[in-house]
């Protein structure tokens, strides 16, 4: 098991080596680049929208069940949303969810590509197929996933509104004071940087598995959902690890 770990993990590092290469034609990259920020990106944004203003939705009305104690002040509800969204959700939740959309898409593309001989037949015309394939996917959802990260802060803060506006359980004005009262800019900062290191987690894991795919149809199910499941759990490890590093 620990041979096999870390063979794989050699031969992930020296997949990297080959992704990240200067590309032969750049007007191709920006043109796939533009596609793949679509593809993974924009079309990630309903989901995140609807998650997020549920998820903001539900933990605004555990909040206020929760916290009845009379030494607590009103807007405790709203803070105690606020800082959930801004420092596990947006940033660690959302990637989890976007792990099983974008990671097996790509898991599942490649490694199509592979059992169809595509990858061969661009490694037969000289391109080099891991930059060509991979670059673009790993560039372009690391670039786009800091803005469904901001996106899912406020949609999440938002559904936690329309709790207090629709409902009787906590009102409007302590619910908006909560969600400003000690605010720390720098939490916002630290959701962006773990979905930007949770993006790459996410891309770089799913190529590699649908990459290497060897076999068929079912084998490319197999490395989808490994893919999902690996990248998953190196998330919640970064996430461990960074907490540490940036709220100390």
Do not use: H
Not at 8 to 22: E, L
Not at 41 to 66: E, R, W
Not at 68 to 76: K, L, Q
Not at 90 to 108: D, F, P, Q, R, Y
């Amino acid at each position: 098991m620990l041979v096999s770990s870390i063979k794989s993990f050699g031969n992930y590092c020296i997949f990297m080596t080959q992704v990240f290469r200067v590309p032969d034609k750049w007007k191709v990259f920006f043109e796939k680049l533009i596609f793949e920020i679509s593809k993974l990106g924009v079309d990630s944004i309903p989901l995140v929208i609807i998650i997020s203003l549920f998820i903001g939705a539900v933990i605004t009305i555990q909040m206020t069940i929760n916290i009845v104690s009379p030494i607590m002040p009103a807007y405790s509800t709203g803070l105690a949303t606020r800082e959930i969204l801004l420092l596990e959700f947006s940033s660690t939740m959302m990637c989890l969810i976007l792990a099983g959309k974008v990671g097996s898409n790509i898991a599942s593309e490649i490694g199509t590509m592979r059992v169809t001989e595509q990858i061969d037949a661009l490694d037969i015309m000289g391109i080099k197929s891991a930059n060509y394939i991979v670059l673009p996917k790993v560039i372009g959802f690391i670039l786009f996933v800091p803005v469904l990260c901001v996106l899912s802060m406020f949609m999440g803060l938002f559904g936690g509104w329309f709790i207090a506006q629709f409902t009787d359980m906590i009102s409007v004005e302590n619910y908006i004071f909560g969600i400003q009262s000690f605010f720390n800019e720098w939490y916002v900062w630290y959701g962006i940087i773990k979905t930007v290191i949770f993006g790459y987690i996410i891309t770089s894991i799913a190529a590699y598995y649908g990459y290497y795919v060897k076999g068929g149809a079912l084998e490319v199910g197999k490395a989808s959902t490994n893919a999902v499941v690996s990248s998953s759990i190196f998330i919640l490890l970064a996430d461990i690890i960074l907490t540490k590093l940036l709220l100390q």
